[in-house]
Nanobody, 124 residues
Framework: QVQLVESGGGLVQAGGSLRLSCAASGLTFNNYRMGWFRQAPGKEREFVAVIGRLGSITYYADSVKGRFTISRDNAKNMVYLQMNSLKPADTSVYYC?????????????????WGQGTQVTVSS
């Protein structure tokens, strides 16, 4: 079955960096656009970034543009989220997701598969 497993979360001070990783298995990885979402306590899950099947097209939420970078390695079935200049407002559980279809589809309901999430906490 399809599995997406995130890693790399943790506690970091404001201004610091983290790199999240997502290992995918059980699917033809390069058939899927891959995305990162996050959800803070009491808030709805929100889009963070998405990358197209070949890795050449990316989109970001305005709140992370210029600070976060999404990338993928199709040979390793991996997707990454490099997070720099972290802010306390970035504190959330971060989820990896995979979906078919056009890369510009960023709604959570357009993704078919989800990981279990990894906690990112940014202290002030």
């Amino acid at each position: 079955q399809v599995q997406l497993v995130e890693s790399g979360g943790g506690l970091v001070q404001a201004g610091g960096s983290l790199r999240l990783s997502c290992a995918a298995s059980g699917l033809t990885f390069n058939n899927y656009r891959m995305g990162w979402f996050r959800q803070a306590p009491g808030k709805e899950r929100e889009f963070v970034a998405v990358i197209g099947r070949l890795g050449s097209i990316t989109y970001y939420a305005d709140s992370v543009k210029g600070r976060f970078t999404i990338s993928r390695d199709n040979a390793k079935n991996m997707v990454y989220l490099q997070m720099n200049s972290l802010k306390p407002a970035d504190t959330s559980v971060y989820y990896c997701a995979g979906g078919h279809g056009a890369v510009w589809r960023i709604g959570a309901d357009t993704f078919d598969h989800w990981g279990q999430g990894t906690q990112v906490t940014v202290s002030s």
